[in-house]
T-cell receptor, first 114, second 113 residues
Framework: NAGVTQTPKFQVLKTGQSMTLQCAQD?????MYWYRQDPGMGLRLIYY???????DKGEVPNGYNVSRLNKREFSLRLESAAPSQTSVYFC?????????????FGPGTRLTVT | KQEVTQIPAALSVPEGENLVLNCSFT??????LQWFRQDPGKGLTSLLL?????REQTSGRLNASLDKSSGRSTLYIAASQPGDSATYLC????????????FGTGTRLLVSP
C-alpha cells in the first residue's frame, strides 16, 4: 500500500537549472496538492488540483508550474531554479467524497539550489 | 487571511506525563481542523481530523478538541512515551471548497525516558 510517493528524495541544483518533481498516489483521490516547508514558516501551499484536468494557484505559486498528468500523477516544475526555492517539497492527496476528507502526504523531496 | 499559531514552539517532558499542545486560528469559518505528526526528515502523518461541527475526536492516547468560536484547538497526549517525540502540526481547512490547508509552524515535542 504505497499511498503517496515522490521522486526524487534529494536533489541539488545550480541557479538557473530546471527540474520536475514527481508525485503519484494510488488511493484514487481526486484532489492533489504541492506544499513547501521552510524552517519557521510551516507548510505553504504552492499549487493544487481539485480534479484531473484542473489546477490552481495556492499561496506561493511564483517560480513554479504544475501538470496534472492523470488522476494518479501531479508534477511540480521549476523552470529556472533560484536559491529561494531551497526547501522541502511535499505532495499530498485527498478525497472530498470520503467522510473524513483527510490529506495524505508523501515523504518529501529535499531540494537545495546553490 | 487565516493565520494559525501553535504554542509552545518546543516542549520537553519526562516519560509518563500528560501534556497539551495548543493551536489557535484567526478565522472561525473553518471546514475542519487536522492534527499531524512529523518525524525528522519524514513526511506528515495524519493523527486526528475534527469536523467543524464536532467538539472532539479521540484515537488511543490522543484526544483533540475544537472550540471554533474561540478559534482554538488542543491536542491532549496521555501517558507520553519516548516514541511520541516528534513535531506536531495543526492545519485548518478555511472552507474554500478546495481544502487549501493553512498550517501552523508546529510544536517540537521531546519525551525523555
Amino acid at each position: 500500500n504505497a499511498g503517496v510517493t515522490q521522486t526524487p528524495k534529494f536533489q541539488v541544483l545550480k541557479t538557473g537549472q530546471s527540474m520536475t518533481l514527481q508525485c503519484a498516489q494510488d488511493m484514487n483521490h481526486n484532489s492533489m496538492y504541492w506544499y513547501r516547508q521552510d524552517p519557521g514558516m510551516g507548510l505553504r501551499l504552492i499549487y493544487y488540483s481539485a480534479s484531473e484536468g484542473t489546477t490552481d494557484k495556492g499561496e506561493v505559486p511564483n517560480g513554479y508550474n504544475v501538470s496534472r498528468l492523470n488522476k494518479r500523477e501531479f508534477s511540480l516544475r521549476l523552470e529556472s531554479a533560484a536559491p529561494s526555492q531551497t526547501s522541502v517539497y511535499f505532495c499530498a492527496s485527498s478525497e472530498k467524497a470520503t467522510s473524513s476528507y483527510e490529506q495524505y502526504f508523501g515523504p518529501g523531496t529535499r531540494l537545495t539550489v546553490t | 487571511k487565516q493565520e494559525v499559531t501553535q504554542i509552545p514552539a518546543a516542549l520537553s517532558v519526562p516519560e509518563g506525563e500528560n501534556l497539551v499542545l495548543n493551536c489557535s486560528f484567526t478565522d472561525s469559518a473553518i471546514y475542519n481542523l487536522q492534527w499531524f505528526r512529523q518525524d525528522p526528515g519524514k513526511g506528515l502523518t495524519s493523527l486526528l481530523l475534527i469536523q467543524s461541527s464536532q467538539r472532539e475526536q479521540t484515537s488511543g492516547r490522543l484526544n483533540a478538541s475544537l472550540d471554533k468560536s474561540s478559534g482554538r484547538s488542543t491536542l491532549y497526549i496521555a501517558a507520553s512515551q519516548p516514541g511520541d517525540s516528534a513535531t506536531y502540526l495543526c492545519a485548518v481547512d478555511p472552507n474554500t471548497g478546495f481544502q487549501k490547508l493553512v498550517f501552523g509552524t508546529g510544536t517540537r515535542l521531546l519525551v525523555s525516558p
